[in-house]
């Protein structure tokens, strides 16, 4: 039983479907990484599984229990966090507090998922006074990951972390994400940089025009000659 | 001398009057700024909030009155503000309930939630002079000064008095403590946390599992509090007149 999955997902912002038949599933302790060209339907599919999107077919399924119909805000409760792409901190709010509104559904002490996210990102710990808004851009995705690190996930979906980084950055935060994955929390996250989190990923979908057209352990997709000449470049 | 009795001059006519004023005004602000920041509008019906919230409270001080119920030196209006702010709070719910929400669910432009409010601020105003009138109302009592012209000039010896009244002071006092108050609330209660990062990104702070509903409805409790408390102390200091309020 896959830890969360989102299955034949067909559906989109109102309009014609982004999405067809689209599947992506995380297991246990897993990474698992969704690539593909720009208008794939990549963040959309995330945005599926969050519930964020509307669908017209298919099922989310979080540990066997059907969650397709439960609000975004439910699905945080259920152990789902999301990380957007774009505005994803609170910029007037410090650090901290950011951090301590993404804890805001958890009842009783967080201190302890705190120190494992200062731990994790030792730089906003002295920063943690700072409105998040005056941060650089590395260290704003940093709080983005801490916010959905703070409700105590099972499951962490990242929004293209790493876009407009600095690439010295964006190695930095990948190595983060297979630590936040070693403690336990499936990841499933969507990337530009298919090479680089392909290598680091136990599962890999490729999506083009809303539809599954790769799948596979990541170390096969890199390997495909099909998929490297399509998206990887040869 | 002459330069002491300018200073006091100007302190009593300009000075005194103008700081109680500002705080009225700011009292009025806070609220209209918090709505402007949270709810992202301009709340054109903030006057006549104001004006409600006063007509409220009056209503209630002319029963107590009538009763014989006073606070000793301090206006018995004071003792009737828990009603008018409770009324008021009421009131800016409802009309959350009944107007605002459907715009914002829709993600109505600011503009539009303007005109709406000012829909809703023509409604206020007419229902508040149909109520109390559209005329004068004088609704202090209690002591009125706490330093009079001719005990200051007594006092000091000075040709020129100052005259401070009991609202000016209370004026004051109000301010700086819901200025502390509104600041404390929002830097370190979770509620008031969890409203800055709805003001930051609504969507956000909905994924976060940030109850929207209730940001909302705190937003106009205190926003209807502030306006009572400031139309309050605007009409002991000066008087009750629903037009004013309008403009």
Redesign the interface.
Same mark, same amino acid.
């Given at each position: 039983m896959s830890r969360l999955v989102g299955q034949h997902m067909t559906g989109g912002y109102g309009g014609a479907d982004i999405l067809n038949d689209c599947t992506v599933a995380v297991e246990h302790g897993e990474i698992a990484v969704i690539v593909g060209p720009n208008g794939a339907g990549k963040s959309t599919a995330m945005k599926a599984v969050f519930g964020m999107v509307g669908l017209r077919k298919g099922t989310v399924r979080m540990d066997g229990e059907d969650i397709t119909r439960l609000p975004p805000h439910e699905r945080v409760a259920k152990g789902i966090a999301y990380v957007p792409q774009t505005d994803n901190v609170f910029p007037s709010l410090t650090v901290e507090e950011n951090l301590e509104m993404g804890a805001f559904l958890r009842r009783g002490g967080f201190s302890e998922t705190m120190e494992q996210v200062y731990e994790l990102f030792p730089a906003l710990r002295d920063k943690r006074r700072q409105p998040a808004g005056e941060l650089s851009g590395g260290q704003r995705q940093q709080v983005a990951v801490g916010i959905g690190l703070m409700t105590g996930p099972k499951v962490l979906m990242l929004d293209e972390p790493t876009a407009g980084v600095s690439p010295k950055v964006r190695d930095e935060l990948i190595v983060r994400v297979v630590e936040i994955s070693r403690s336990g929390i499936s990841i499933l996250m969507v990337e530009q940089n298919a090479r680089q989190v392909l290598a680091i990923a136990d599962r890999g979908y490729v999506l083009s025009q809303g539809r599954n057209l790769f799948s596979g352990s990541g170390e096969v997709l890199l390997l495909d000659r099909e998929v490297r000449k399509s998206f990887l470049g040869g | 001398m002459d330069f002491v009795n300018g200073l006091i001059v100007l302190c009593n006519f300009v000075m005194v009057p103008a700081t109680a004023y500002g705080g009225q005004l700011a009292l009025g602000a806070l609220g209209l700024t918090l709505i402007h920041r949270v709810l992202r509008f301009q709340h054109f019906a903030h006057g006549d909030m104001m004006a409600f919230g006063t007509m409220v409270t009056i209503l209630v001080t002319w029963v107590l009155q009538g009763a014989g119920v006073t606070v000793g030196p301090l206006p018995t209006a004071l003792l009737a503000l828990p009603a008018g702010i409770g009324a008021t709070a009421l009131l800016a719910l409802g009309a959350d309930r009944a107007v605002y929400r459907f715009y914002r669910r829709r993600k109505a432009s600011p503009i539009l939630m303007v005109v709406v409010s000012a829909g809703v601020m023509f409604v206020l105003n007419g229902l508040v002079r149909l109520v109390i009138g559209p005329g004068d109302r004088r609704f202090a009592d209690g002591e009125r000064f706490i330093v009079r012209a001719r005990e200051f000039k007594e006092m000091t010896g000075l040709p020129e008095g100052i005259t401070v009244s009991v609202p000016q002071v209370l004026t004051l006092a109000a301010t700086i403590t819901a200025l502390a108050g509104l600041h404390w609330f929002l830097a370190r209660t979770?509620t008031g946390? !969890?409203m800055?990062?709805y003001?930051?990104?609504p969507?956000?702070?909905?994924? !976060?599992?940030?109850d929207s509903e209730r940001v909302v409805m705190v937003v106009w409790v205190i926003a209807a509090g502030l306006a009572t408390l400031a139309g309050v102390l605007y009409g002991l200091d000066k008087s009750f007149k629903p037009l004013t309020y309008f403009s």
């Open positions: - | 979770r946390k !969890s800055r990062a003001a930051d990104n969507d956000l702070a909905f994924a !976060s599992g940030i």
